[in-house]
């Protein structure tokens, strides 16, 4: 089964929200965002701007209705800026006009007075001001403290890591309109129609039901639209409804890259014990997120860096603690991964760590400790169906990592300035959101009466291919052709109350929904078909490739007559289904748990090449064995795979987010901002599926896919890290992420005349 979208997207006929025809009257809007990071408001000045030919209105915090909030976890984020700015970027007007150029002409005249205050930027510095976004919490196993002793090493250390920004291709925007009697229809490229459904709401001061959201597709999301959409859709509504007018606001990338928050960065203090077998008896991590300035998704990331603090590793003492800290960076926010790989990172930092300082391999470290069957992570629940082992293992295996190791070897023996490294990065990513209550799901199914079917979910298309597996699950539970299928835009009018897509969990919730929707259907088509064949026992009628079979046997009755049949007799062919996740829960009180449905695992082989005169490397392979369960469409999954795997290894080597000491970004283009190319990327990404068993709350067996894989990137860090050393022994390990071609020369050469005495 092919991607339903491919044939749309590479002749450009997907329809994006900029490529909606506009209508009359349409204007466009511009977003002034603050020029620094923090100050106070005195007073905003757009009289020059207003004077303008084209220019119809500028729009600030007195034009709210509503509330000027649009916090949604913690109500403590303006949509404009009132008294204060809190980062630079941050909303204080909305110019509208004519043409999206009169309207940028027209902001460069508004002038601002703010008088400039002390910004902070780092989480450590946050922390010891004691500036937090919500309290600080701790996962606990075993004991630590009384386990330290008993440890034969302890290793401690610091890591840090950068944060990252979401580049999806199409940048955040809404085209907002008024329907009749007060109501509003707002396209949005959102991952989340109700967030931005409840923001306009709360901003306007009109109930949710005159909202209408729709989102037909995004150009990528990857978190970044998940929490940061709602900003853009609700100005749009508040200044159509202001205006009366049409108004499309679409942010052109540089606006994008200053105004719109990026993944955490975290920086960690972790301690680690280890017995004379490397086996780890404890570990202790206190994490520092640095949550920029509003909470956004901040609380909910902070708790699966928790989750994730233990790895894919069976730690029997473990302590892990995080801070939610607020700076005067733009509201850092859920990106692929969501807290969980910083957390691993620190994890495998220390493992790195502790490898070099005990001068063995962080192989040996890895492989003794990864989690096994009925093994209990920090939260309660326990692994069930553990793959980790197996991951490791057939990997090991498969790519020959043996053999590569002794290539590695004499590569190195007979170089001098360029070296090899390997590394292996064992995965374990618990499915499902970490809020019990989001895991729902939504599915509206109409068959209509020439027997083609109409879908809408809660899920949001964004690459991922989740229409494509939603298609597949509706075409195999009602056993018809998928060409039968039409999946429509996520709405609100159609779907109320939608879960973001998020979590990886977009399939799983609306596919399972929409089995639920189909299965109902059938039910009621079987006894349709039943009555019709003068059958007794609707049990006994099956629909096989649009064909009805009664007691086995092939009947003449097909898919499009049993339709009709069933509209004669006056049976709904329509069903909306609701699937909420069962098995899950979590206790904050006791922070303990069962809050993922099942986990993901998987394991990655990398080898890279380090230029160390230059500081340069290059990534020679990337091998993973992967635990896709029983994947429905393997090209989706994979392709997910590969997607991942180098926005993960971006993530870890060169993309930077340099601000400077006024918190300013330094880079707003992807000239300045670097992300992997086609020639950075690996020469080689292999994923073999790993042989593995069906998740029951997995949809159809098929594990989710869209988040895991990135933190195979990881890897990429320390297998260059082991070809820096091979270079330069003695070398202080940077764990520093991104590891920057400018840092790893930089750390090549430190201490480097000592290594050569
Ligand atoms: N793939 C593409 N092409 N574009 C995206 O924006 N987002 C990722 C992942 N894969 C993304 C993607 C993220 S962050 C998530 S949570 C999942 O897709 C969401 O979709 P799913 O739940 O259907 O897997
Ligand atoms: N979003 C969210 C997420 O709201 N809750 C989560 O647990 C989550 N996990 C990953 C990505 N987005
Ligand atoms: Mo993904 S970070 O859950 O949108």
């Known amino acids: 089964m092919k991607n339903i979208d491919s044939r749309s997207h590479v002749r450009g006929e997907s329809i994006y929200v900029n490529d909606i025809p506009v209508r009359q009257d349409t204007l466009f809007g511009v977003v002034l965002g603050s020029p620094v990071a923090h100050g106070k408001l005195h007073d905003i000045d757009f009289s020059e701007a207003l004077k303008m030919d084209g220019v119809e209105a500028v729009i600030s915090a007195k034009d709210i209705t509503g509330e000027n909030q649009i916090g949604s976890i913690i109500q403590d984020e303006e949509l404009f800026a009132d008294k204060e700015v809190h980062f630079v970027g941050m909303p204080v007007a909305l110019v509208c006009a004519k043409t999206d150029a009169i309207a940028r002409k027209a902001l460069a005249k508004i002038k601002l007075d703010i008088e400039e205050l002390r910004p902070i930027l780092t989480a450590r510095e946050a922390y010891a001001e004691k500036k937090f976004i919500s309290p600080s919490r701790t996962f606990k196993i075993g004991s630590t403290d009384a386990m330290w002793e008993k440890c034969e090493h302890i290793i401690e250390g610091q890591a840090e890591m950068g944060g990252q920004e979401h580049v999806y291709l199409e940048t ?78 679409i942010l052109s990338r540089a606006d994008d890259f200053v105004m719109t928050g990026k993944r955490h960065p975290y920086s960690f203090d972790f301690k680690l014990g280890l017995d004379k077998n490397l086996k780890i008896l404890c570990y202790q991590v206190e994490a520092f997120q640095n949550a920029g300035a509003a909470a956004d998704l901040s609380p909910a990331i902070m708790e699966r860096t928790l989750f994730h603090g233990t790895g894919s590793y069976h730690i029997p003492n473990a302590k892990i603690t995080c801070h939610s800290c607020r700076t005067n960076l733009a509201p850092s926010t859920a ?131 989740v229409n494509t597996k939603i298609l597949q699950a509706a075409a195999k539970t009602l056993s018809i052709s998928p060409r039968r299928f039409t999946i429509h835009s996520t709405n609100t009018t159609r779907i109320a109350n939608a879960s973001p897509t998020a979590a990886s969990t977009g399939a799983d919730l609306n596919g399972k929904a929409t089995i639920m929707a189909c299965a109902a259907l059938l039910a009621r088509l079987k006894d349709v078909a039943c009555r019709e064949l003068k059958g007794r026992d609707p049990d006994k009628i099956e629909i096989k490739d649009e064909i009805v079979f009664h007691r086995g046997k092939k009947t003449s009755l097909k898919w499009e007559k049993l339709i009709l049949l ?127 068993k069906p998740d029951k709350l997995a949809l159809l067996g098929s594990k989710a896919v869209g988040e895991p894989p990135l933190m195979y990137g990881i890897g990429t860090y320390f297998a260059i890290l082991m070809a820096m050393r091979e270079f330069n022994p003695k070398m202080k390990l940077p764990l520093w992420a991104p590891l920057t071609h400018q840092k790893c020369l930089l750390s090549l050469y430190e201490g480097y005349g000592e290594a050569l005495k």
């Open 172 to 249: 955040q925007g809404a085209y907002a309109y008024m329907l009749e009697n007060g109501s509003i229809k707002i396209h949005s490229a959102t991952q989340a129609t109700k967030h931005v459904q409840v923001g306009a709401s709360v901003v306007l001061g009109i109930p949710m039901h005159k909202i209408e959201v729709d989102t037909n597709r995004i150009g990528g999301g990857f978190g970044g639209k998940e929490d940061q959409a709602t900003h853009w859709g609700t100005l749009a509504a508040l200044a159509t409804n202001t205006l009366k007018k049409p108004l499309k606001l």
């Open 335 to 465: 990106m692929r991964g969501f807290g969980a790989p910083q957390a691993m990172f620190a994890l495998e930092a220390a493992i790195m760590k502790a490898a070099a300082t005990l001068n063995v391999s962080p192989l040996e470290i890895q492989k003794r400790n990864l989690l096994q069957e009925s093994d209990r992570f920090p939260y309660g629940q326990v692994a069930e169906n553990c793959n980790a082992g197996k991951c490791w293992d057939t990997a090991y295996k498969k790519f020959a990592v043996e053999k590569l190791k002794k290539e590695i070897a004499a590569f190195n023996k007979n170089n001098d300035h360029s070296k090899k490294g390997l590394s292996l990065f064992p995965l374990c990513f618990g499915i499902s959101f970490t809020k019990t209550k989001l895991n729902q799901g939504r599915s509206l199914v109409h068959i209509y009466t020439d027997g083609s079917v109409s879908i809408t979910t809660g899920v949001v298309e964004m690459g991922q291919g």
């Open 566 to 692: 069933a509209d004669e007799a006056r049976v709904s062919l329509s069903e909306h289904a609701h699937y909420a996740t069962p098995e899950v829960h979590f206790n904050k009180a006791t922070e303990k748990g069962h809050p993922f449905a099942y986990h993901v695992y998987g394991t990655a082989v990398t080898v890279v090449t380090v230029d160390c005169l230059r500081g340069t490397y290059e990534i020679d392979l990337v091998k993973c064995v992967h635990d896709f369960g029983t994947s429905i469409n393997l090209d989706i999954d994979i392709g997910q795979a590969e997607g991942a795997i180098v926005q993960g290894i971006g993530l870890m080597t060169i993309e930077e987010l340099l601000v400077d000491p006024k918190g300013k970004h330094v880079y707003d283009s992807l000239s300045s901002y670097k992300v992997p190319d086609i020639y950075f990327a690996p020469k080689t990404i292999e994923v073999v599926p790993l042989d593995s």
